[in-house]
T-cell receptor, first 113, second 115 residues
Framework: DQQVKQNSPSLSVQEGRISILNCDYTNSMFDYFLWYKKYPAEGPTFLISISSIKDKNEDGRFTVFLNKSAKHLSLHIVPSQPGDSAVYFCAALFAGNTGKLIFGQGTTLQVKP | NAGVTQTPKFQVLKTGQSMTLQCAQDMNHEYMSWYRQDPGMGLRLIHYSVGAGITDQGEVPNGYNVSRSTTEDFPLRLLSAAPSQTSVYFC??????????????FGEGSWLTVV
């Protein structure tokens, strides 16, 4: 039973445009949501997170939106750059379970010059 | 990926062989964990540890053993390798309390092929 789902395996956008990556979850007990970026042959690196008590968190070109009623979050990248091309994983944490991440399947983003 | 070191980077095993994936961190983190990444599956938690001497199972623990004799090290053992264990393995570490994701560090990965 996949508790965190990324239903789009891939996404292709033009440089300078907005990239929107989506994630759905099933467990309302998740306390924190995170996005990780992964390049080939490297480990995941933290990108941005959001607490379950917030609906938006922004960090430079990256913004994460959380819709608790829909159990849905999204990552917006504006403007997209070719260096953003990578696999993006959505992940969730339960309260008090630091580090025990539940990951989605990942979405491969390609930003074309 | 600073601070979490995994070895080996690549390994080919024959079915039935045993091996140990090593993971070490130098950040004095209490929490360490092992994930495997498979196509279309994301990263799945194998085992984790909240401190020396304490380990527990994650989502996919079968076929793997772990131990935590020191804070720094968290080896993952495959007792009798099977082709289904062909995967990329990631070790991660973090503080036990107060983490919001930006203090969870991953190693660079270990590519394992079982033939």
């Amino acid at each position: 039973d996949q508790q965190v789902k990324q239903n789009s395996p891939s996404l292709s956008v033009q440089e300078g445009r907005i990239s929107i990556l989506n994630c759905d979850y099933t467990n309302s007990m998740f306390d924190y949501f995170l996005w990780y970026k992964k390049y080939p042959a490297e480990g995941p690196t933290f990108l941005i997170s959001i607490s379950s008590i917030k609906d938006k968190n922004e960090d430079g070109r990256f913004t994460v939106f959380l819709n608790k009623s829909a159990k849905h979050l999204s990552l917006h990248i504006v403007p997209s750059q070719p260096g953003d091309s990578a696999v993006y994983f959505c992940a969730a944490l339960f309260a008090g379970n630091t580090g025990k991440l539940i990951f989605g399947q990942g979405t491969t983003l390609q930003v074309k010059p | 990926n600073a601070g979490v070191t995994q070895t080996p980077k690549f390994q080919v095993l024959k079915t039935g062989q045993s091996m140990t994936l090593q993971c070490a961190q130098d950040m004095n983190h209490e929490y360490m964990s092992w994930y495997r990444q498979d196509p279309g599956m994301g990263l799945r938690l194998i085992h984790y540890s909240v401190g020396a001497g304490i380990t527990d199972q994650g989502e996919v623990p079968n076929g793997y053993n772990v131990s935590r004799s020191t804070t720094e090290d968290f080896p993952l053992r495959l007792l009798s390798a099977a082709p289904s264990q062909t995967s990329v393995y990631f070790c991660a570490s973090s503080r036990l309390q107060g983490s919001s994701g930006n203090t969870i560090y991953f190693g660079e990965g270990s590519w394992l092929t079982v033939v």
